[in-house]
Every structure is written in structure tokens, then in C-alpha cells.
């Protein structure tokens, strides 16, 4: 199991809100992720971080924005919450050891409706 | 770079294995094959990765052809709550800072039957 949370599960909230999507990992990985998925469609990258104080933008441009000030938390913020923003998003992580470094590990997901 | 190809969907029978195929015939030399699943509004799930040689672990087997060209996922012994979509995954996408990205395709929806 891995031991990575995301915080809440769901979230139904109104348009403007300010929304923050909590993410942590016990697991020391230095690498940090968050996908957008749509039901039924593939997972985009909308940011990473690969250490503490590093924040880079994904390939799915986002009006989100993120955070890495501990090792161990990565959140994602939304200033003005708007229903186009309605997804599910997904937190992984991902350690630097070993050939295969590229075995993410994911949360659960949040999944957002914004009304 | 490498992609995967993978019948959109699969059935099986509660107790029997399934044997899910992926296609990857242009895999690199250095390209390993990941396998995830997805259960329903759930995140990702990683199941095996190999490199050449077959692998085994207490979800499943990971057979690679000789050629690398192909991989079989195995679940020796369904059931129901192996019902998810899954995801053969080879090309991985080189970030800044030695992160990598995973490129999810659109998998392969196995239902377990009862």
C-alpha cells in the first residue's frame, strides 16, 4: 500500500471559492505530482515538483496553482474555483532509487464539483 | 517514442486467470513496461513493471516476449474486486529535475463475472 493521502475525497463547492487540495506522503519521495482526469478519459499532468521550493507546470495548462515547502506536502490551490474546474484530481509521488524510477505511487484523488 | 496498444475490453470469469496483452513494438532498449489499474473514481494503482525477465509479485505476473515487443499481465485468479481498467504504460515523459511523467493511455476494461 502506498502511503500517500489526498484530502477531502469529494468537494462541492460554489464558483469563486477559494479551494486548496491537500496532498502528503510519508515516504520521503522527493518527486510530486498532480494529474487532472476527467470520468472516462486519460490522466493529464497539470504539475510536479521535484524537491522542496521546486513547482513546475504540467502539460495541461491549469489555472491551479501548488506549493512545496515540506518535502512530505504538495497542495493545490484554486484562487476563484469555476465549474469548468469540475474533475477529479490526482496526487502521486514518485522516489529517486533504484532502475525503475518512475514507479508513482497515487492518493486516491479528490474529486471537485464546482456549481 | 514507445507507445502500447491494448484491447479496449475484457471479460472474465470470477476464479479463473486473466491474461491481459499490450503491444509495445517500439519499446527502447532501456524502456521498462509499468502495469497499473484504476478501480472506479480511484486513483491509479501500481501492480509490476519489468524490464526483460519475467516477473512475479503478490498481485501478479508480468510475462515480456523475448523481443520486448509484447507483455502479458496476469491475474492468476480473478475476482470480483479485479474489475478496474488497466494500464500498460512504456513511454514515460523526461521532466525537469529527473521527474517523469507517466503516459496513461486508454487501457483495457476488465470485468470480472461472477
Known amino acids: 500500500e502506498a502511503d500517500i493521502y489526498q484530502t477531502p475525497r469529494y468537494l462541492v463547492i460554489g464558483t469563486g471559492k477559494k479551494i486548496t487540495l491537500e496532498c502528503s506522503q510519508t515516504?520521503?519521495?522527493?518527486?510530486m505530482y498532480w494529474y487532472q482526469q476527467d470520468p472516462g478519459m486519460e490522466l493529464h499532468l497539470i504539475h510536479y515538483s521535484y524537491g522542496v521550493n521546486s513547482t513546475e507546470k504540467g502539460d495541461l495548462s491549469s489555472e491551479s496553482t501548488v506549493s512545496r515547502i515540506r518535502t512530505e506536502h504538495f497542495p493545490l490551490t484554486l484562487e476563484s474555483a469555476r465549474p469548468s474546474h469540475t474533475s477529479q484530481y490526482l496526487c502521486?509521488?514518485?522516489?529517486?532509487?533504484?532502475?525503475?524510477?518512475?514507479?508513482?505511487?497515487f492518493g486516491a484523488g479528490t474529486r471537485l464539483s464546482v456549481l | 517514442d514507445a507507445k502500447t496498444t491494448q484491447p479496449p475490453s475484457m471479460d472474465c470469469a470470477e476464479g479463473r486467470a486473466a491474461n491481459l496483452p499490450c503491444n509495445h513494438s517500439t519499446i527502447s532498449g532501456n524502456e521498462y513496461v509499468y502495469w497499473y489499474r484504476q478501480i472506479h473514481s480511484q486513483g491509479p494503482q501500481y501492480i509490476i513493471h519489468?524490464?526483460?525477465n519475467n516477473e512475479t509479485n503478490e498481485m501478479a505476473s508480468l510475462i515480456i516476449t523475448e523481443d520486448r515487443k509484447s507483455s502479458t499481465l496476469i491475474l492468476p485468479h480473478a475476482t470480483l474486486r479485479d474489475t478496474a481498467v488497466y494500464y500498460c504504460?512504456?513511454?514515460?515523459?523526461?521532466?525537469?529535475?529527473?521527474?517523469?511523467?507517466?503516459?496513461f493511455g486508454q487501457g483495457t476494461r476488465l470485468t470480472i463475472n461472477p
Open positions: 519489468g524490464l526483460k
Open positions: 504504460i512504456v513511454r514515460v515523459a523526461h521532466l525537469g529535475g529527473g521527474a517523469q511523467k507517466l503516459v
Open positions: 515516504m520521503g519521495h522527493d518527486k
Open positions: 502521486a509521488s514518485s522516489g529517486s532509487s533504484g532502475g525503475a524510477k518512475n514507479i508513482q505511487y
